[in-house]
């Protein structure tokens, strides 16, 4: 009897430890692993655009498909061992979020698990994709246009405060597109004819550090690259901006919604949208190997005119009415 009754108990709790998917034979739901260098907070706002890219290929989290979330925070060193944990628990596609690090991280773990990336430049530079219409890997997604946008934050900064000589710009060592970045301004900047500070900044304490700096060098105005970190500490930046008058550009228009002057990039709800709509595709059966690198199509000036007023700035009125929003 005891032997019997053991066996049973063994039995139910087998029974108990199946997939609900084994038991009646369903199909197992697909897991999308989300590497992100950023963070859960910064993330939830582009959530809407890639749950509804998602949707229209015909998943809906939590019904349908699951997503296995990874959190970098602004630890570019963290994203390798995030990476590899998702291709330890077999992903059906890696999204990785937030610029080339995770996207690198995501290409060294697997090259079988598809990988669809966001805000990468030069992909093909990188190794990620052999050209743009044919990446031919695993991996494929969204690739920005760097350079340009460099140089319309440039003309941004010149047209909002014409008499600043001196440009400074916030680059994270950290980041490898930071090198990409500086040869873009200096080349940039020599049109506009105006001098150039670079300043670093990979920790909370340097981006406090930099700011007297920047005053002390004489910088009349600032550019913030794009850059995780920097995305993360929007409210830190924009009081610093204030704080020290410094009137200043950046990539995310969350910066200018914080408080900050300015920015101008790429609406970037769009990006993620696009990234679920391909996220979806693959998960349906195309192959990334014949998903064309797309590029963003839609970009946002954002104008903050409450912060102008406080710096003493006058927005010329043609920079107002170039502006997609403006904050008062």
Known sequence: MTTRRTFINLLGG??????????????????????????????EQYAVGFRQGLKESGYVEGQNVAIEYRWGNGHYDLLPAL????????????????????????????????????????????????SL?????????????????????LELLR??????EVIAVLVNPANRQSDGYIGDIREAILVLQRQLKILNAS??????????????????????????????????LAALANRYLLPTVSQFREFAAAGGLMSYGTNVADVYHQVGVY???????????DLPVMRPTKFDVVIN???????GITVPPSLLARADEVIE
């Open 83 to 130: 990476a590899a944990d998702l291709v330890r628990r077999q992903v059906a596609v890696i999204v990785a979020s937030g610029g080339p690090p995770p996207a690198l991280a995501a290409r060294a773990a697997t090259f079988t698990i598809p990988i669809v990336f966001s805000s990468v430049d030069e992909p093909i530079k990188l190794g990620l994709v052999a």
């Open 279 to 289: 996220t979806g595709r693959i998960l349906n059966g195309d192959r990334p190997a």
């Open 14 to 43: 087998a029974a108990a430890s199946w997939p609900f998917g084994s038991v009646a034979q369903q199909p197992a739901m697909p897991v999308i692993g989300f590497l992100s260098s950023g963070s859960s907070n910064a993330y």
């Open 203 to 236: 920790t909370e304490a340097e981006i406090n550090a930099s700011f007297p700096a920047i005053v002390e060098q004489g910088g009349g105005a600032l550019i913030i690259t794009a850059d995780t970190l920097f995305n993360n500490q929007r409210n830190q």
């Open 305 to 311: 005119l409450k912060t102008a007023k406080a710096l």
């Open 133 to 153: 219409n044919r990446p031919g890997g695993n991996a494929t997604g969204m690739s920005l246009f760097r350079k340009e946008l460099v140089s319309k934050q």
């Open 159 to 164: 047209d909002m405060v014409p008499k600043a």
